[in-house]
């Protein structure tokens, strides 16, 4: 059963099997498998659970609902926006449903002997038909994305369909804030019903605490179940269980460790702090693009995104770039200017096409906590990075322009406009702290595996060096930056946790 | 009018103690009057959770230069949004975001060259400070950001703007909801 602030009204003691913290895609899944295989299953999760009912379009609404700080947490230096979410289904529920594996060239730059493709193969299969993933035909794109397309094939550059988990989409274009049609088949509506049939126990508005340890073990976790209206905390209760699982993403997972003390002694948790931040372009076109009409994202552009060792650091590419939409309140955010400047450029918002270009980032920060409960994301880009970002915004540009835009703007503080290729060219386009709004959706690799205590957080099966029954089944485990969305890999990792879990039992 | 002569008279005969004890008293009368009439001026917009009326005074200024608002009913209804959201942030963020309240009130005698607060300056004035914190030193821009941000998410999420912009809203009524896709979900939460 799943039990909100509604029930969880007093104290109590728990026991279960696995103690999973975190309902998105890596809890989800470790739940629905250990559930299946008749494990007793407890899931914690800080956000509450909400059902189609509940996801009312409304982005002051939602927002609060979905993100953690209600989608204002940013990096120390505030020059990238953070967002990822709870709820009951995790980032699952605001994501765009883009669904791609780790490329080969990515495992292989690990160099793990355990913990490769071959490994995690099975697993992304499993989710990929769970998930019912399947790719975006042309009949799907909308306006914004077809431009894209338009302009990624004039250039003779390389793009294609993407793949999306999503059944019965009537393209309403509200993805990111929850789905009113429940066309996502994500963790809410798949994997924690699924688990919850098979015996699974979700505590929803619940916040994990801190763990507490007995030599090698944990032996309790402490958490505390709050009103998500007021906040006000309405009961305390204690897990014990023979193995616990964090799954609360690369963000919530090394805050609850360092919260917990737990045995950390080459001072790694939270360190290799990876978040793929991206940049965007406009382009104003003729006539109406209406970019949140429609699948979001559907069509991408690899032109500049290779996996493969560069030579030298200015043959690499590690741009992705993709169609960006936003409703009104995100727009505004992104767009130059305030008072009649701003007011000027939302009137022109229908006719606004937009394309995201994110980094497979190479810049290492760090999660630390921030008072209590905050998260203390020191991230500042390295030069290498804002390098790809500038090429990112030059090429969005093109992309834009190509596709019939009369302008493309480029949204620094003083915005830069260009009507042609060779204003392009000519421009100087550079990317530095807080001259451009930054934001990241895709945190990762902030309690690592890797093949020595020394140099990692886990051991190739997933779990803590120095503690026997403490799994990571979430982005945190991954050891680098994965240069593609993160979905489907953090329910691959799930899955893969929750085998060592079987394993562990 | 008093003329030098009266005022040097005035002057004369002014010992200093009696200096000294009229100047804390003007010191005292003066922090005062602005404490009353910070909070009468803040009152107005009423009484809110989470910030005092002075932070809720310097938002509400903030508000009306960002998004060009003037109606005082649509002013408060902002702040009272505001209010809510700054609720849900994490202590120490809360704290810092009404320190940079604070700042950005003390803000135009700091930076600006403007002899008075935030507050109590004219729109164009007011503009020219935020467009100050905008192009500044790069410090300064998040102030900028967070107070342009946030202003926007309650401007444009409000139906009336949308016609303008040519945004057509959600796409579900208010408090909708579609049995078919909710049967999905019953019986997963335990009853109270």
Known sequence: MIFTHRQLTANRELQADVCIVGSGAGGSAAAYALARAGRSVIVLERGSFMTPKDFDQREENMFPKLFYDAGGRTTRNRAIRVLHGHGVGGSTLHNINLCKRIPDPVFNSWQLPRFNADALRPHYAQVEKLLGVSRIGPERLNENNRRFKAGVEKLGYRGGFLDHNRKDCVGSGFCELGCAFDAKLNALRVLIPEAVRNGATVLADTRALHFETTGRRISRLVTQTLNPETGAQLSTHGITAKTFICAGGAVETPLLLQRSGVANPYNLIGSRLHLHPGVAALGEFEQPVRSWQGIPQSYECTEFLSFAPAARAEDEKRIWMIAGSAHPAGAASMLPGFGDEHATWMEKLPHLGCISAMVHDSTRGTVARKGEFGADLNYVLNSADRAQLATGLREAARILLAAGAREAVIPFVTPLRVRNMGELDRAKIEVNDLDIDLVAVHPMSTVWIGRSPKDSCLDETGRYWQLDNLLVGDMSAYPSSIGVPPQLSAYAMGLYAAETAKAIL | ?192
Not at chain 2, 19 to 26: I, S
Not at chain 2, 111 to 116: D, N, S
Request: with cysteine.
């Open chain 2, 1 to 192: 009018m008093p003329s030098a002569q009266d005022s040097s008279r005035w002057t004369a005969n002014l010992s200093r103690r009696r200096f000294l004890r009229w100047t804390a008293l003007l010191g005292v009368a003066s922090v005062t009057s602005w404490r009353l009439l910070a909070r009468a001026q803040g009152d107005e917009l009423g009484a809110f959770e989470n910030l005092s009326a002075n932070q809720a005074k310097v938002l509400a200024a903030a508000y009306q230069t960002i998004t060009l608002e003037s109606k005082p009913e649509a002013v408060r209804e902002a702040i009272r949004f505001m209010d809510g959201f700054v609720g849900r942030l994490d202590g120490r963020t809360r704290f810092e975001f009404k320190a940079l309240l604070a700042l950005v009130e003390q803000s135009p005698l700091l930076f600006h060259g403007y002899l008075g607060r935030f507050t109590s300056l004219s729109p164009q004035a007011r503009a020219h400070c935020l467009t100050g914190w905008r192009n500044g030193a790069t410090w300064r821009r998040p102030v900028y950001s967070a107070l342009k941000d946030l202003s926007y998410l309650y401007y444009y999420t409000r139906p009336e703007h949308w016609t303008r912009i040519g945004y057509p809203g959600p796409l579900v009524a208010p408090g909708s909801a579609f049995p078919q896709l909710e049967q999905r979900y019953q019986g997963l939460e335990a009853r109270s």
